[in-house]
């Protein structure tokens, strides 16, 4: 935004009409505003400000209406602020008039007029200016959009008000906190800061937490380790404890690791001494083992011996039984023979008594030939009994072949009305085969679409087996944002010091007679003076050159 020209009219301490000329006193790039209290500097501020968005900054902006008239102005004189600037590469020109009161025109008393506005713009082209509109709602909108900034806006980056800045000099830490904050609007950093103290809060609660299972966990090492590890005299949350801890684990665990290779190397020792113990154990055992079976033998032998009179008559009792084996046979012989023969005089007595009384003592001719006639008998019967199951067959199968002649029937009837159908079950075969060739089609299909799938089911595999990867590096990235909200959280604390004591810093310059590069004045009755702990510009580059690699890191 560039200013060229301001005309004022019955505004503030001015009664007539005044003109600023911004492009002649910018001329060599730079113009200051100065005179005594009440010379109406503030005031060309505010008609600035008025031109711009219709209100003056500060606490002057409540009741503007008929205070901005000059109590100095003639009755019939209007008050006007007319401005004339560049911004956005357009050169405007706004003209407001706020509310006046003044006499009627016909009759006594006084009306009030609105306020008006114009907002005109140069055309270049036509060398001329062309009115754009008389809207108080659109000039304001209009002004807004192309400065970027509200009112409140700037007011607070452009005009900063007179004498706040000298109050915040000599104000303490906790008042410039305030003004700052009024001012520049800092209560999105306060929350900021809130929100960081309390996740501060948060995680160190946490590492107390973390370091008290820690110390448990230790604890429960040192009890499993003996005298092998000494804990650190540490508390939950002191800085180095985690450290100490690991080196107390890696002390013990080096000492225990040697124990267990002193154990090992005593344990071979043992084994091989076993070894050499379970090798004489079984030469000694193999030894008894044989004086047994040695003794076992010697009294073998002996009782053998002892029955030696006895074997020779077991031996002569064999002999003779082997002479009475070799007529074993005939005696058996014998002896069955005349079984046999007394069994069939048995049997022949009792056929005897079974046969009528013409035939009880009838020789072997008069049997046999009694024999011959009852075989003709039985043979004649024999006849009869075949013709009767040939007959009884033969009804049976005339009775089969009925049923075979009914079935025959009702398969004709099937047929026939199969033969009826077979037109509609064609169709229906037909519509199964075409079905049929539509699947196999379809099936070809699908087989030119199982290698996507595939890869798609590759892809879905190999996504589960990246899962821990991804696992892994949110965590790296986890731990790297907290790495760069802890620097970002220590630069801004140091910030935030070096602001509370820029006054000091700023007060480090005055020299005696020479004017203050803020207020201008000669005189330095009470300079601030550095405290403790003060904060210089160095120390806040620092940490802020360690803030930028660890954001750096994190993105």
């Not at 008609?47 to 500060?58: Q, R, T």
């Not at 006594?108 to 509109?133: I, P």
């Not at 006054?503 to 020479?514: F, I, Q, S, V």
Request: glycine share 8%; proline share 3%; aromatic share 4%.
């Amino acid at each position: 935004m560039r200013l060229h020209r301001l005309d004022i009219t019955a505004f503030g301490p001015f009664g007539g009409a005044r003109s600023v000329d911004f492009d002649a006193l910018s001329a060599a790039g730079l113009f200051l505003l100065h005179g005594p209290t009440g010379a109406g500097k503030t005031s060309v501020l505010d008609a600035v400000c008025y031109a711009l968005y219709g209100s003056v900054p500060g606490a002057r902006q409540s009741g503007q209406g008929m205070h901005l008239r000059s109590d100095h102005a003639e009755p019939g004189t209007r008050t006007e602020v007319r401005l004339e600037l560049t911004v956005a590469g357009r050169r405007l020109e706004i003209t407001r008039q706020p509310p006046w009161e003044r006499k009627k025109l016909r009759g006594t008393g006084t009306t009030v007029d609105k306020a008006q506005t114009w907002l005109r713009e140069y055309d270049a082209t036509a060398r001329a200016w062309k009115d754009l509109s008389r809207s108080h709602q659109e000039i304001g909108e209009e002004i807004t959009q192309l400065l970027g900034m509200s009112r409140e806006q700037f007011c607070q980056v452009v005009l900063l008000p007179q004498g706040d800045f000298a109050r915040f000099l000599r104000a303490d830490a906790e008042a410039r906190g305030r003004l700052l904050g009024r001012l520049f609007d800092t209560q999105r950093f306060a929350d900021v800061e809130k929100r960081l103290a309390e996740r501060r809060r948060t995680t160190e609660a946490r590492v107390r937490e973390g370091d008290a299972a820690l110390l448990a966990d230790a604890h429960r090492m040192q009890q499993a380790a003996g005298d092998a590890m000494e804990l650190p005299e540490l508390s939950p949350g002191e800085p180095g404890l985690a450290e100490a801890v690991l080196g107390a684990a890696a002390v013990a665990r080096s000492t225990v690791r040697e124990r267990l290779t002193v154990a090992h190397s005593r344990l071979a020792a043992a084994e091989s001494r076993r070894a050499e113990a379970q090798r004489t154990l079984d030469d000694v055992r193999e030894l008894a083992r044989l004086q047994g079976r040695f003794t076992e033998a010697r009294q073998r032998a002996e009782r053998l011996q002892e029955r030696a009179g006895a074997h020779r008559e077991a031996q002569e009792r064999m002999a003779r039984a082997r002479k009475a084996e070799t007529v074993a046979p005939a005696l058996e012989l014998r002896e069955a023979a005349e079984a046999e023969h007394g069994g069939a005089a048995e049997a022949e007595a009792r056929a005897r008594r079974t046969l009528p009384g013409s035939y009880a003592d009838a020789g072997p001719a008069g049997l046999a030939a009694a024999a011959r006639r009852a075989a003709e008998e039985l043979g004649g019967l024999e006849s009869a009994r075949r013709a009767e199951r040939r007959l009884a067959e033969l009804v049976e199968e005339r009775a089969g072949l009925d049923r075979q002649e009914r079935a025959d029937e009702d398969v004709l009837r099937e047929a026939d009305a199969w033969l009826a159908e077979w037109d509609a079950t064609r169709a229906a075969l037909q519509s199964r085969t075409e079905s049929a060739q539509e699947a196999a089609t379809r099936a070809e299909q699908l087989a030119v679409q199982r290698e996507p799938a595939r890869r798609r089911l590759h892809a879905a595999r190999t996504r589960d087996e990246l899962a821990t990867d991804l696992e892994e590096a949110q965590r790296r990235a986890l731990a790297s944002g907290q790495g760069a909200l802890d620097a970002r959280a220590h630069w801004l604390e140091l910030k935030e010091q070096r602001l509370n004591g820029i006054a000091a810093e700023l007060a480090a310059h005055l020299t005696d007679g020479e004017p203050c590069a803020v207020c201008g004045a000669t005189a330095h009755p009470a300079p601030a003076r550095k405290v403790a702990g003060h904060v210089d510009r160095e120390t806040e580059e620092r940490a802020q050159a360690a803030h930028r690699p660890a954001e750096e890191q994190h993105t």
